[in-house]
């Protein structure tokens, strides 16, 4: 099948696109970065490069497709971020009618069906553009956190020895390894075997902030590690200074760590009647942490 794929080759479309063309398919990639052309071949796949934010150069890479996969990219440094994940997420369904594409596995997140609600009144549902096409198969992936986002945390355990957030060590977390994304993802494409509007979710693991300190303390040498609970205020100043816009801070970091001190989100879980799928361990993951915190 021919298939196109968004997000460059991040942490999930990067290994989506190797599992899909070992499996046969004909791949598309879509890059906004031209440098990207000689990776994405060496996988065996077909270079798009442009701004997903041009309507005429994604109708172009979703002609003739059978199916896509539709992420959006999280320049977390633009000042209204909010402005364009509306407009990405509006061009990627136009294009989708346009180009008559019937299948879609569609990046979503677990804060999507808690959009406008409260603390999550600017966060915005990543769903809502598919599920008024009328003609198309649409599957959303709702993973948790993503185990990578605890790599912005080397700095701070290197220079303070403490990592946290603005909730405290008890609250629960629901967890994704990337990997795990991409395999549903890829497993979704090479089959679509889904029909109409479908919700899946990844969990990996899920865990309070004391038991993933512990494990990455364990794994780095430093046992006594300690998860620490930042205020809000606090937060958001820290992650203004290292390169996020206030808006994409707000309301995808804060306020969504709000809803976890809050319970918010353990609640939803609790309450999902979904398919839920997710394989690879905190602990296993605190392994690849050791790595990278090492090589920083």
């Keep these: 099948m021919k298939i196109t794929i968004t997000g460059s080759l991040g942490n999930i479309s990067q290994p989506l696109t190797s599992s899909l063309t070992a499996k046969g398919h004909q791949v598309t990639v879509i890059s906004s970065k031209s440098e990207k052309v000689t990776a994405i071949e060496a996988l065996q796949a077909r270079a798009a490069i442009g701004s997903v934010e041009d309507i005429d150069f994604l109708v172009k890479a979703f002609e003739g497709a059978d199916a896509v996969y539709t992420m959006v990219p999280p320049n977390f440094s633009i000042p209204d971020y909010n402005q364009f994940t509306r407009q990405v997420g509006a061009h990627y369904a136009r294009a989708l009618e346009q180009t008559g594409v ?29 599920d ?69 979710y990844i969990v990996s693991d899920k865990m309070n902030g004391k038991q993933a300190a512990a494990l990455l303390g364990q794994a780095i040498g430093k046992p006594g590690l ?51 799928v997710g394989q690879r361990s905190f602990a296993d993951f605190a392994r690849e942490f050791a790595f990278a915190y090492n090589s920083h």
């Design 132 to 200: 008024v096409l009328p003609n198309t198969h649409v599957l959303h992936l709702r993973p948790g956190g993503f185990y990578s986002n605890f790599y912005g945390s080397i700095g701070l355990i290197k220079h303070q020895g403490i990592i946290g957030n603005n909730f405290d060590e008890t609250a629960t977390m629901y967890l994704s390894h990337p990997q795990d994304i991409a395999e549903a993802a890829a497993d979704a494409l090479h089959q679509l075997h889904f029909k109409g509007r479908n919700i899946k």
């Design 102 to 130: 019937q299948y879609v596995v569609n990046l979503s997140s677990s804060g999507s069906p808690l959009a406008g609600t409260g603390p999550l009144t600017g966060y915005q549902n990543l769903e809502a553009p598919f």
């Design 226 to 276: 300690q998860w620490v609970q930042f205020p809000d205020e606090q937060l958001l100043a820290a992650l203004v200074q290292n390169g996020f816009s206030r808006d994409a801070a707000q309301h995808y970091i804060v306020d969504m760590g709000i809803a976890i001190r809050e319970g918010i989100l353990d609640k939803h879980y609790q309450q999902n009647t979904h398919e839920v």
